[in-house]
Structure formats: C-alpha cells, structure tokens
C-alpha cells in the first residue's frame, strides 16, 4: 500500500510532464471599454485595452525620435525628474539594459520631465551618467504640453486623468513606476523600479513576451 501511495503521484507527474503544457500570459492594462458581440446566437463581452498614441519627441542624439522607431518587439518606459527616487529607477534600468543587451526586440526609454534649458545637453548628460547604449536606451524630453499628454491620456499615470481624459495637467507622474509596452503599443505591465525584485519580475515578464511573440500559437 504504502508503494501505491509514493507511486501515484510520481506517474501524475510524469503524465503532466509529458502530456500537459503550462501557459503564462502577461496582463493587460488601461482598459478602455467593453464591446458586445454575437457569436452563434449568443452575446459575448470583450474588453478593449488602450493603445498608446504615437509620440515623437527630442532625443539624446539630438533629434527627434518618433515611437514607431522603437520597432517591432517591446520597450520598458520610465519617467524621470531628477529626484532620488528616479535615479535609483534609471540604475536599476541597467540592470535591464544588461540583460538584453543583445536583444534587438528590447528598448528602453526615458523621459525627462525637466530638461532644462538646453534640453539636447541635458539629455546628452544623463546619457552619459547611466551608460545608455546607443539605439537600446533613449532618453527623450519634449514640450510641458506633449509630455503631460503622454503622462496623463496615453500611460495614464494620475489619477486625475481617468477622471477627465481630455484635459492636459501638469502633474507629474510617481517616477518610480516602470512600464511595459508591447509591439500592439499597450501596456503590459506595472513595476516599482525601486524594488530588486520587481526588477526580477520585470525581467521575467519580457521575457515571456518574447516567447509569446516566438511562438503564437
């Protein structure tokens, strides 16, 4: 009996291993609103998500840079204002860089809400301070206007913009948050760059994307 009972759950687990297949899917965010259609008599709900609006905004090689150079795969995007908290963020970013450094699918972005007047040279500064590699981690700024648009109607980072999504406000954003944004330009995911294991979870979570694009069926 005893044999019996040590022997089930070893052939459970082989069949599992063999037969089944485990399947990890990242969230969507920023949900927009909920489409009913009919499908073989019935009514059936889906959820329509936000995608991101295109953007084009100054970079550190001082021009403009439109989102849809970002290519075809993912970018993690941070928001920076010079403050403790952000620094930490954009050392934990290389981290990030680091690990996919060689993966052409992967980019990093970081926006500069206050660059200064001499954007470009900011810009170029702060390159220079994070060891941003060239066409992997962009750093951008652009005007007040066309960044709170991007805080506020597009990453949707306060609150007040759910409220009234048309507005434009002048809030910034919590800049320890890191996002994820797939190749359909919606967000995938939400981590705290302060915390080492957000990071790891961040790095998990790309990859799995990746694979998902490697393999969608």
Known sequence: MLGLLLLVPVLAFLFLFHFGSNRYALPTYLPDRVD??????????????????????????????????????????????????????ARALLRVQEKFR???????????????????AT????????????????????????????????????????RLPGAVYT???????????DRDRRVRGRYDGRDGREIDRLLTEVTVQLYDYEHPH
């Open 171 to 181: 809030a910034n954003p919590p800049v320890e948050i890191l996002l994820l944004i």
């Open 36 to 89: 009913s259609t009919q499908v073989g008599g019935r009514w059936q709900r889906d959820t329509v998500f936000h995608q991101l609006a295109p953007f084009r905004l100054l970079s550190s090689a001082g021009r403009a840079l439109s989102s849809a150079e970002l290519g075809q795969g993912l970018y993690i995007a941070q928001f920076y204002d010079n403050s403790p908290a952000s620094e930490r963020v």
């Open 102 to 120: 060689h993966e052409s699918r992967v980019r990093l972005v970081t926006v500069v809400l206050q660059p200064g007047p001499q954007p470009a």
């Open 123 to 162: 810009l170029e500064k702060l390159a220079a301070r994070y060891g941003t590699v060239a066409g992997k981690w962009w750093l951008l700024t652009g005007p007040p206007d066309t960044v709170s648009r991007l805080v506020n109607q597009e990453f949707r980072l306060t609150s007040d913009a759910k």
